[in-house]
């Protein structure tokens, strides 16, 4: 018998106020009492999952309205929640903010809605008192089909500050105050220009996840949080990883940190096996591969550590000219072209093996949520095949060599078509961040594909490897 699991969804007013200290206050809190914690973020955000996977010890999985359909973000919940006690759902941007104005496509809303999970509203009280009655009041009926069950109050000064904002939640709103969290620099999490640092990083240190469990575990009615948890029904079934039939070697360190669980799941269940190596580290390939993945993330901030590691680079480069299959996104384009350019105008090599040259910039370039739609067959499928993703990215291709596009891209933002999706040889790169559960079928061609252009590659990467070399799956 599969016990069924609490779970509940951190929204915010807004994005800044606090969801992310929030969430990892209270799955800390809930960790110091034993408890087993399964994190979810709403959206196509890779950071904050990376710091959830630290507070919980594991994985952080992304439920998304946009990206994925209902039934496959209910299956990803139940699959997760199972010999789960808590299930704590971050959300994204304020509770009802999504695609667009008109609808609650892509917002924390629809998730909450869609899984039938009681939200806990965060807000931002440093400047706010009786008015934040208001607020909350607005928020609990916009939508009557969200349950707004109970509020956390943040930056809250103090046990006064608090008695005013829980005194004007009780008298006008059903809406339960559940407490606060008080200012405190010593939680704060250092920030860049695409977000918090990463986890990645070793920002967040053991010391700073017990002082955020005392810190909610003061303020916070746990026991009445709980109690406002809804139920989930776990699923009986983990998916099922097929024995080995390809060996795909992914970049994971601090470089390139950035992959959906959910999609190396996909892989393993269509017959990937996953064997994690560190572009910085490793001067080796993983032994007997056949196909590489370089997910997204900060080549532009490790580029010298990168490019130093020689005998790496000229083993991929090496691979990539025989056709071995490189998957490459965002930070993984990046790295493969020939050079980056800094804001300052310093320029970095890279591993040269795409023909195309990038450019930090000082701001987003074509954010948002992407369709693609297959030109031509590819890696990931059939022409025709449609697959969603984001794209969030500070840089921008500046020039590039021959190659083929084999995407066409069409931001949900501003409705923009554009060919996307580099291919040379037997790499495709793009700076689309694709979710395979987006087109059933994706990560079994991707297997089948490199399965098909094994040979005779798979003697060479054999050749390029050292036996002995680390073999952690990500």
Excluded at 391 to 400: K, P, R, T
Aim: proline share 4%.
């Amino acid at each position: 018998m599969v016990k069924s699991a609490r779970g509940f969804v951190v929204a915010g007013t807004a994005s800044g106020v606090g969801k992310t200290t929030v969430a990892l206050a209270l799955m800390a809190a809930f960790r110091k009492r034993g408890m087993l914690v399964q994190p979810f973020k709403c959206g196509p955000d890779f950071i904050d999952g990376g710091h959830h996977a630290r507070a919980c010890q594991r994985a952080s999985r992304n439920l998304d309205g946009w990206m994925l359909s209902t039934q496959t973000n209910r299956e990803c919940l139940s699959r997760a929640a199972a010999g789960i006690d808590a299930c704590v759902v971050e959300g994204v941007m304020g509770l009802f903010d999504g695609v667009d104005g008109s609808s609650d496509s892509g917002s924390t809303a629809q998730i909450a809605k869609s899984l039938g999970l009681p939200v806990i509203l965060v807000v931002d009280a440093s400047s706010m008192a009786r008015s934040v009655a208001a607020l909350v009041h607005g928020f609990r009926t916009f939508d009557q089909n969200v349950n707004v069950a109970g509020v956390i109050f943040n930056k809250v000064s103090g046990p006064n500050h608090y008695r005013f904002l829980r005194d004007a939640i009780s008298g006008n709103s059903d809406v339960v105050p559940l407490g606060y969290l008080r200012p405190d620099n010593r939680i704060k999490i250092p920030e860049r220009y695409l977000g918090l640092i990463t986890a990645s990083e070793g920002v967040l240190s053991p010391e700073l996840f017990a002082l955020l469990a005392e810190f909610a575990e003061a303020g916070i009615d746990i026991d009445k949080l709980l109690e406002l948890s809804g139920t989930i029904d776990a699923s009986r079934h983990s998916v099922t990883h097929k024995n080995g039939t390809v060996r795909i070697g992914v970049a994971r360190d601090k470089a390139f940190s950035f992959y959906y669980d959910d999609n190396l799941d996909a892989l393993r269940a269509a017959g990937a096996e996953i064997v994690a190596f560190s572009p910085l580290q490793d001067p080796c390939l993983p032994p007997e591969i056949d196909a590489l993945y370089f997910g997204g993330g900060y080549p532009e901030l490790f580029a010298k550590q990168l490019t130093a590691n020689c005998r790496l680079i000229s083993a991929i480069r090496e691979l990539a000219e025989a056709g071995l299959p490189i998957y490459a996104e965002c930070g993984g384009l990046m790295y493969l072209g020939q050079e980056i350019v800094g804001r300052d105008g310093n320029v970095t090599a890279m591993a040269r093996v795409l023909p195309i040259r990038v450019r930090m910039t000082d701001r987003l370039v074509n954010f948002g949520y992407t369709e693609v739609s297959l030109k031509a067959d590819c890696i990931l499928g059939s022409a025709g095949t449609k697959l969603r993703g984001h794209s969030f990215h500070c840089s921008e291709i500046i020039e590039a060599g021959p190659l083929e596009y084999v995407y066409l891209a069409r931001n949900s933002m501003t409705g923009r078509e554009q060919p996307e999706g580099l291919r040379l040889h037997n790499i495709l790169a793009s700076y689309i961040h694709l979710h395979l559960l987006s087109a059933p079928g994706t990560a079994e061609a991707f297997v089948q594909n490199v399965q098909t252009a094994r040979s005779p590659q798979h003697t060479m990467a054999t050749c390029l490897s050292v036996t002995g070399h680390s073999q952690e799956s990500p």
